[in-house]
């Protein structure tokens, strides 16, 4: 079983920037790839960016491909994702997710266990 925890959300102006944290309670957090994912109210969940077990293998959805950075520590079992040059359309829930395979993968169904979700929230 894998807990995940979000945190680093808030408000803040349209341009800047906030870096989200997603600590596992996994003991063998390492093979896992991980995700971002986002939903807005009204919304289908959207994937955002997953990162393969080592760090070295990353995809990024175009809408935020050259803003946001997605990484981990294995040895914290920390998921990070940096948001840069933030715009109304990021406002949004932020959930990670984790799969049992060190592949990554877009699909939501693809992820066996979420976090609770972090909101953050642009201001024009």
């Known amino acids: 079983q894998v807990q995940l925890v979000e945190s680093g959300g808030g408000l803040v102006q349209t341009g800047g920037s906030l870096r989200l944290s997603c600590a596992a309670s996994?003991?063998?957090?390492?093979?896992?790839?991980m995700a971002w994912f986002r939903q807005a109210p009204g919304k289908e969940r959207e994937f955002v960016a997953t990162?393969?077990?080592?760090?070295?293998?990353?995809y990024y959805a175009d809408s935020v491909k050259g803003r946001f950075t997605i990484s981990r520590d294995n040895a914290k079992n920390t998921l990070y994702l940096q948001m840069n040059s933030l715009e109304p359309e990021d406002t949004a829930v932020y959930y990670c997710?984790?799969?049992?395979?060190?592949?990554?993968?877009?699909?939501?169904?693809?992820?066996?266990?979420w976090g609770q979700g972090t909101q953050v929230t642009v201001s024009s």
């Open positions: 997710a984790a799969r049992t395979f060190v592949a990554i993968s877009r699909a939501p169904p693809e992820y066996k266990y």
């Open positions: 996994a003991r063998t957090f390492s093979p896992y790839a």
């Open positions: 990162i393969n077990w080592s760090g070295v293998t990353t």
